[in-house]
Nanobody
Framework: QLQLVQSGGGSVQPGGSLRLSCRASGRATTFSSRTMAWFRQAPGKEREFLAA????????IYADSVKGRFTFSRDNVNAAVFLQMNNLKTDDTAVYYCAAGGSFSGVPDAYDIWGQGTQVTVSS
């Protein structure tokens, strides 16, 4: 069973950048076969899909809200995924989560393993 541990996040001014990391413990072969995704949840809002990567389908997609500003990357050797966030806006303030799932989806229920979440605050 995979476990996901997140790091990164914090506070930044609008226009700034942050990088989130999500490292998996468990069997490397298990990680490499999983769809990995990033979500976020702002106070009072539903969990929002940001990006997902399926190795088996060779597909990487982004939500329109972050396309061109956020970059998803994956390191199967070290069982980690990253989210580079550039040109951050105040609307990006939320708790960010990485997730692992068996199917390629933008729906939170499709993912069965979640990181602990990390706060990102964008304010001037």
């Amino acid at each position: 069973q995979l476990q996901l541990v997140q790091s990164g996040g914090g506070s930044v001014q609008p226009g700034g950048s942050l990088r989130l990391s999500c490292r998996a413990s468990g069997r490397a072969t298990t990680f490499s076969s999983r769809t990995m995704a990033w979500f976020r949840q702002a106070p009072g809002k539903e969990r929002e899909f940001l990006a997902a990567d399926s190795r088996s389908l060779d597909i990487l997609i982004y939500a329109d809200s972050v396309k061109g500003r956020f970059t998803f990357s994956r390191d199967n050797v070290n069982a980690a995924v990253f989210l580079q966030m550039n040109n951050l806006k105040t609307d990006d303030t939320a708790v960010y989560y990485c997730a692992a799932g068996g199917s390629f989806s933008g729906v939170p229920d499709a993912y069965d393993i979640w990181g602990q979440g990390t706060q990102v605050t964008v304010s001037s």
